[in-house]
């Protein structure tokens, strides 16, 4: 069975973050929000999407998709809107 849900971690005062939360809200696409600090560590964050990964990063089917615009082109090309 797969996880049909994108799981996004994000940080305060990331605007790539707001902006993809903000664009899966319009098209109504379902998402479980994580905020750094308050769900998962830097360290937690690191050991999960490596070194060098920004914010946000999308997890989602048992993957990482990526960042916000790798997210909004993996939709448009899944037909998931």
Do not use: W
Request: proline share 1%; glycine share 8%; aromatic share 16%.
């Amino acid at each position: 069975m797969t996880d049909q849900k994108f799981y996004v971690y994000s940080k305060s005062g990331c605007g790539f973050c707001e902006r993809l939360t903000q664009f899966m809200d319009s098209k109504g696409i379902q998402y479980e929000k994580f905020d750094l600090n308050n769900d998962f560590t830097v360290e937690e964050f690191l050991n999960k999407f490596g070194r060098g990964s920004t914010f946000p990063q999308v997890h989602y089917n048992n993957a990482n998709i990526g960042g916000m615009k790798d997210t909004v082109r993996y939709i448009a090309e899944h037909n998931l809107l």
